[in-house]
């Protein structure tokens, strides 16, 4: 059985404002309804290493869930961090932010750490993907036509690989693409076949 076929005997939850992930979803054939907003408090211990927050973030996210979930509910929370010398770079404050974060990433690799949890009522699965992404050196010009044009006040590390910046500023990726994007599709894929029993 195909997991589309499977999940047709329950409810994927997606609680996420991302439109990212929201086509991400739709485009792997992949039926669920959105969460409504709610609120979260995404903070985390300085002490925790970079690579885990992510997936903290994660089950935060899920935690913070208002609704109660029954045994055919599935509810997908996930964060995207980028991480620069050992420290996350979240969603920058203003403008200025959001151009001192692409001077930091020019001409360097980053890190991308995507958190992703499955819950119903009794039972949760979390994990994170992580992938590499190298941009070439970009002038100050370049970063700020992005950012002033693209706005990327909502991404974290400041842009998104989808964007105009992907196209002429990235080098070379080691991972998924799309879970630099917000969500690395493969992994959940085949987390929601184990989580419904396929796998």
């Given amino acids: 059985m195909l997991l ?39 903070s985390f211990s300085a002490q925790m290493p970079a690579n885990e927050v992510a997936e903290y973030l994660s089950c935060l996210k899920a935690d913070a869930y208002p609704e109660p979930l029954g045994e055919r509910d599935i509810l997908l929370t996930a964060d995207t961090v980028v ?59 370049e970063i700020e036509y992005y950012v002033d044009n693209y706005k990327p006040f909502d991404k974290a590390g400041s842009y998104g690989i989808q964007e105009w910046i992907g196209y002429v500023g990235i080098e070379y990726i080691e991972g998924s693409f799309y879970n630099v994007m917000g969500l690395p599709v493969q992994r959940v894929y085949s987390a929601l076949k184990e989580f419904v029993g396929l796998e």
């Fill in 83 to 141: 991480i620069a010398d050992g420290k996350v770079l979240g969603k920058p404050k203003d403008r200025a932010d959001a151009v001192a974060m692409l001077e930091q990433l020019s001409g360097r690799e980053h890190q991308v750490v995507t958190g992703v949890s499955l819950t119903n009522a009794s039972t949760r699965c979390s994990f994170s993907a992580l992938s590499r992404v190298k941009f070439r050196a970009m002038s100050r010009e």
């Fill in 4 to 42: 589309h076929d499977k999940l047709k005997e329950y409810r994927l939850i997606l609680a996420s404002q991302s439109p990212r992930r929201r086509e991400l979803l739709a485009d792997a054939g992949i039926e669920y309804c959105l969460a409504p907003r709610f609120e979260c408090d995404e």
